[in-house]
Nanobody, 120 residues
């Protein structure tokens, strides 16, 4: 079993930055892909960014150039640096871990979510 705990969410003005952290416990996630997804009120959950075991990354078009995902395997942690935030980035952000080393839209462990609110 893997437990995921997110932190770093909060209220920020448009144009500001936040850094989300996702700490995994129970098992090492070194050889698993990790991802961040988000869900805004009244909308479906959507993919934001993902990182494979080899640190290759993928981003949703809406966040390219503004967000950066990274991982520190020594700390069993996945990060999401969010810059130039916009009100439309407001959502609950979830960390997820894939069953394998590559991103393929399947996740078998999820965090509880952290709220990000961007004011205009």
């Amino acid at each position: 079993q893997v437990q995921l705990v997110e932190s770093g969410g909060g209220l920020v003005q448009a144009g500001g930055s936040l850094r989300l952290s996702c700490v995994a416990s129970g098992r090492a996630i070194t050889y698993r892909a990790g991802a961040w997804l988000r869900q805004a009120p009244g909308k479906e959950r959507e993919f934001v960014a993902g990182i494979s075991w080899d640190h290759s990354t993928r981003y949703a078009d809406s966040v390219k150039g503004r967000f950066a995902i990274s991982r520190d395997n020594a700390k069993n942690t996945v990060y999401l640096q969010m810059n130039t935030l916009k009100p439309e980035d407001t959502a609950v952000y979830y960390c997820a871990v894939a069953p394998g080393p590559l991103l393929d839209s399947r996740y078998d462990y999820w965090g509880q979510g952290t709220q990000v609110t961007v004011s205009s």
